[in-house]
């Protein structure tokens, strides 16, 4: 099943703050980001199929801007990184990644209340966010409306994967990916396909702690190629794909 939703970007946001705003009020607790976390890690099958994300992107995780979210963020890290990947696209990152051009949490809450998918009291709770509010809050930022495909139990392979591979070889964006037995957020920049099993690449952002470099999260498998069949089988999984633009489109 597939959902394309589309809501109309949002010009005037009373309640967000704008760019400048942000900087100097976040500017202090924001830690260095990481660019492309993945970047250097080898193909588990160097003869399989496997598609990649094209372009730049910041890794959000727990605890990175100074609010602990551990136990309940990690959906907003992945919105976040994937945001951050949109910003990128257009040349709105900044080069030495001091500051994410992302929504913050508190902007990810008030979008949601503004657009009326949560209630007024899911502001400064410690609500989680899915495939489905993704799908809202990049459109409503960045005007880019985004596919939710769900995945049955047990459909990973049949339904997951060659969705992945059409995704990232025509619009080359991020996948925020997520379930209800495995609960844990994901950011997917990667698939690769053999004859008896596919993995993903997982950037996980459930790292808690100090500015990491890219080969500690790798060795230490925040990020990494991991076998579908490692995955909770009985879990049913959305993913949120950023309808982005044609990279084959001249």
């Given at each position: 099943i597939s959902i394309t939703v589309v809501y109309p970007a949002v010009q005037e946001v009373a309640v967000v703050c704008s760019k400048a705003?942000?900087?100097h009020r976040r500017r202090n607790?924001?830690?260095?980001?990481?660019?492309?976390?993945?970047?250097?890690?080898?193909?588990?099958?160097?003869?399989?199929k496997c598609s990649q994300i094209l372009g730049d992107y910041l890794y959000f995780h727990y605890g990175c801007d100074g609010v602990d979210d551990r136990g309940w963020g990690c959906g907003y890290r992945?919105?976040?990184?994937?945001a951050s990947w949109l910003c990128s696209r257009?040349?709105?990152?900044?080069?030495?990644?001091?500051?994410?051009?992302?929504?913050?949490?508190?902007?990810?809450?008030?979008?949601?209340?503004?657009?009326?998918?949560?209630p007024g009291s899911f502001r400064g709770s410690r609500g989680w966010v899915g495939s489905f509010e993704a799908s809202l809050v990049l459109d409503f930022f960045y005007g880019v409306p985004c596919k939710v495909v769900h995945v049955r139990g047990g459909e990973?392979?049949?339904?997951?994967?060659p969705e992945l591979h059409e995704h990232?070889?025509?619009?080359?964006?991020?996948?925020?990916?997520?379930?209800?037995?495995?609960?844990?957020?994901k950011c997917v920049v990667g698939v690769c396909t053999g004859e008896e099993d596919s993995y993903v690449l997982v950037v996980d952002p459930h790292y808690y702690g100090p500015k990491p470099d890219r080969a500690e999260l790798q060795r230490r498998g925040w990020v990494g190629?991991?076998?579908?069949?490692?995955l909770d089988q009985t879990s049913f999984y959305n993913m949120c794909l950023p309808q982005t633009a044609d990279v084959n489109t001249d």
């Open positions: 705003e942000d900087f607790t924001m830690v260095d980001l990481v660019s492309n976390v993945h970047a250097g890690l080898p193909h588990p099958l160097p003869l399989g992945t919105i976040q990184s994937v257009d040349g709105a990152a900044s080069q030495k990644n001091q500051v994410s051009p992302a929504p913050s949490l508190p902007h990810i809450q008030q979008a949601l209340v503004t657009m009326g998918d949560k990973l392979q049949r339904v997951a994967v990232f070889d025509t619009r080359g964006s991020p996948v925020m990916m997520g379930g209800d037995r495995d609960n844990s957020s190629w991991r076998k579908l069949s490692s």
